[in-house]
Antibody, heavy 117, light 107 residues
Framework: EVQLVESGGGLVQPGRSLRLSCTASGFTFGDDTMSWFRQAPGKGLEWVGFIRSKAYGGTTEYAASVQGRLTISRDDSNSIAYLQMNSLKTEDTALYYC????????WGQGTLVTVSS | DIQMTQSPSSLSASVGDRVTITCRASQGIRNDLGWYQQKPGKAPKRLIYAASSLQSGVPSRFSGSGSGTEFTLTISSLQPEDFATYYCLQHNTYPYTFGQGTKLEIK
């Protein structure tokens, strides 16, 4: 069974950093693009970005709203995708989902990030 | 950025009704669009991909159509478990963008 489990969320002050993890199982992680999405409380879904597999260069794409502050990386040996979040803003408060593929069928359950002083 | 205009934003319907939700793209996206269902406290669930292909395991009462700039999701006969929020997502051009969502409620 394909599973994605996010972790690392929590309460953080504006300007600080946080790293989210997405631990995958049930598929060959290294073969797939991994994506991140987010959903602010009571709001709609927003694409954050993704990282391609090594076979496609391991390159990344990001939404303009997070470019330069959020960085996606991957550890294929441990089947983990990361979202490094720097210079956090209050508007980054959201439930963060990782997902398998660019246009995903499989999502994790999400991890909540709250940016507040 | 490609804007996805989804309508209606909310919809009240009864079990057994036929329901249609529309997404319009601000520029052509071929058939690079899908539909998601989200229930409260849950992750989104993909229903339709490539505009009209039914995701495995999704009931056949769900169908998608369209290409270019206009797309529809149709539920042929609403069931109690279908009351949820629905989103379209275009993955033709970065940044990928969602419609604002349609909340489907019980009449």
């Amino acid at each position: 069974e394909v599973q994605l489990v996010e972790s690392g969320g929590g309460l953080v002050q504006p300007g600080r950093s946080l790293r989210l993890s997405c631990t995958a199982s049930g598929f060959t992680f290294g073969d797939d693009t991994m994506s991140w999405f987010r959903q602010a409380p009571g709001k709609g879904l927003e694409w954050v970005g993704f990282i391609r597999s090594k076979a496609y260069g391991g390159t990344t794409e990001y939404a303009a709203s997070v470019q330069g502050r959020l960085t996606i990386s991957r550890d294929d040996s441990n089947s983990i995708a990361y979202l490094q979040m720097n210079s956090l803003k209050t508007e980054d408060t959201a439930l963060y989902y990782c997902a398998r593929d660019r246009f995903p069928a499989t999502w994790g359950q999400g991890t909540l990030v709250t940016v507040s002083s | 950025d490609i804007q996805m205009t989804q309508s209606p934003s909310s919809l009240s319907a009864s079990v057994g009704d036929r329901v249609t939700i529309t997404c319009r793209a601000s520029q052509g996206i071929r058939n690079d669009l899908g539909w998601y269902q989200q229930k409260p406290g849950k992750a989104p669930k993909r229903l339709i991909y490539a505009a009209s292909s039914l995701q495995s395991g999704v009931p056949s009462r769900f169908s998608g159509s369209g290409s270019g700039t206009e797309f529809t999701l149709t539920i042929s006969s609403l069931q109690p478990e279908d009351f949820a929020t629905y989103y379209c997502l275009q993955h033709n051009t970065y940044p990928y963008t969602f419609g604002q969502g349609t909340k489907l409620e019980i009449k």
